[in-house]
């Protein structure tokens, strides 16, 4: 049975069928722990991550929205956009653990939020589904047009995956296809990818079309496999050291534990919704 989550400063909705773990935090409808049976936490999460309201949750799946960073001409606050600060209201739970091992639960975002923010002036409504099963974590935004203008936006499922050391796995799927490195000079042209992408140094990398990507872990002699719909970019992050210790909500050593892999729309794949549209971007995270 799922139960209201009290570990945390935090609202939101928990459960522990058999050895697994599901949660999700109200606050940025915020996926933060899924653990099937059996396994190692498949979703990272910081030991040094804050967890209060207008703060972000350093590690799960934050829910990137209506930008990415500071948004495609640089100039928005705050990073990565306000969709992951604020109160998300929890509209429905589905919850079959007992028989089957599935959570699913369904959040808005608070739609008296919905206007005000001087950067995205637009009536919309924003709904996530976070579906937990013990084969898979499937996270899904959907984003309505409710003006009469059209609305441009960017987002991404952030995913922080926990590995044995992030030295040591390797990302596969991405041969061939092209991307942005975030860590050389912002006019820098997309380069290609070659073989499967490893981690050797400070890496921040936006994929454009991709396929499936599967990660093996051979220090957990693990693999999951990352699928979507409705993302035209795959972005690749791990702040390696520097970066890590700059960050106050990260720890110095921790980089190795960990590696965002994120289905995304950003920069020149902004999703653009007509008077009516909606978009739906989803994540699946398998095992195997
Ligand atoms: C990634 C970006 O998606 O998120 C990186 O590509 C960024 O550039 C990282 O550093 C973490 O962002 P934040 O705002 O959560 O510290």
């Not at 960017?154 to 050391?165: K, W």
């Not at 890590?244 to 534990?257: L, N, R």
């Not at 999703?271 to 549209?277: A, D, F, M, R, V």
Request: hydrophobic residues 40%; negative net charge; charged residues 20%.
């Amino acid at each position: 049975m799922a139960y209201e989550v009290t570990e945390h400063p935090l609202t939101g909705v928990e459960a522990r069928p058999g050895q697994s773990h599901y949660a999700i935090f109200d606050h940025g409808a915020h996926a933060w722990a899924w653990q099937p049976d059996g396994q190692r936490p498949v979703l990272w999460l910081s030991a040094h991550s804050r967890f209060a309201s207008g703060q972000a949750v350093r590690g799960g799946v934050p829910v990137i929205f209506p930008w990415f960073g500071t948004g495609p001409a640089g100039d928005r606050q705050p990073a990565h956009g306000f969709g992951r600060l604020q109160a998300w209201n929890r509209r429905h739970v589905a919850d079959t653990t007992d028989t089957d091992g599935r959570l699913v639960v369904e959040l808005e975002l608070d739609p008296t939020m919905t206007g005000e923010q001087p950067d995205f002036p637009f009536s919309y409504s924003a709904g996530l589904q976070a579906t937990f099963t013990p084969q898979y974590l499937q996270v899904a935004l959907e984003v309505r047009n409710t003006d009469t203008t059209d609305v441009t936006f960017e987002a991404a499922l952030h995913t922080y995956l926990a590995v044995s050391d992030v030295r040591q796995v390797s990302l596969h799927g991405l041969d061939g296809v092209h991307y942005l490195d975030r860590t050389a000079t912002a006019t820098a042209l997309p380069v290609v990818q070659r073989g499967p992408v490893t981690i050797t140094a400070e890496t921040d990398r936006i994929y454009q079309e991709h396929p499936a990507v599967t990660l093996h872990d051979p220090g957990w002699t693990r693999s999951l496999t990352i699928s979507d719909e409705g993302a035209a970019n795959l972005v690749v992050w791990n702040p390696w050291v520097a970066k890590a210790a700059a960050m106050a909500d990260f720890g110095d050593d921790e980089w190795t534990g960990m590696i965002c892999v994120e289905s995304a729309n950003v920069l020149d794949h902004a999703i653009t919704l007509e008077p009516g549209e909606s978009h739906r971007l989803s994540q699946r995270v398998t095992l195997g």
